[in-house]
């Protein structure tokens, strides 16, 4: 995940039929050349003829012994046994975009197989996989955290720190806030592919409200409960009262 923040780079083996070093694709030993072929005298087209039920059916179909080329090698090159291709390892250099997200394909054009009798070659595809961050949850260039704030800022407000995968971020917690709400840092999200923009950062706030209270923290919250007219099980004292 984090590699995505800024983009990267990585390397690559891949081990792939490319055209043959030897006779570059012509299925030719060197020294040697293509001749006729005898089986379907330099045509590229064999005619069948199958006997059926209605009669002798003829059909013309792509010669077996060359392939449809009309001609055959006259010495067949070693290093590929007439198939134009050899297998080969290579090692290539992949960019990985910035922002880009879990799921998404690069293409890499001319980096695929080699083409048949010395055509061109296909291209590759490298299907990329995000690992999630625990410390981030992402929704497309958008980014989503939670942050607790104690009661007290939650009340009286306050300004704090926030992580953001470009560095920490004052985030200013206006007084009276409720837990749960969400505020928005703009542009501090992740890059969006093919753009010079970027997402959002989404701060979800939640008030950490304290299970024990030491006995000056209780006197404190007695005291704010009788000044907003409270009794000390935290009900509204009545007119009587």
Known sequence: FKEVINGATRELEITKPVVC????????????KMKMCSACSGSGQVRKVQNTILGQVSTVGVCDSCQGA?????????TCN?????????????????GIDNGSTIRLS???EGGVNGGPAGDLYVHIQVKSDP?????????YTIEKIHIVQA????????KTVHGDVKLKIPTGTESHKMFKLSGYGLSKPGSSKK???FVEVHVDVPKKLSKKEKELYEKLA?????????KKKGFFS
């Open 70 to 78: 009309g001609e055959i090698p006259e010495k067949v090159c070693e």
């Open 110 to 112: 001319g980096k695929g």
């Open 82 to 98: 007439g198939t134009s291709r050899m297998k080969k390892t290579e090692k290539l250099s992949i960019k990985i975009p910035a």
């Open 226 to 234: 009788e000044e907003g007219g409270l009794d000390s099980q935290g």
């Open 155 to 162: 009340v009286m407000g306050a300004e704090i720190d926030v």
């Open 135 to 143: 410390a981030f949850k992402r929704n497309g260039s958008d980014i």
């Open 199 to 201: 997402g959002d950062h």
């Open 21 to 32: 070093d030897t006779c570059e694709g012509r299925k030719v030993a060197p020294g040697s």
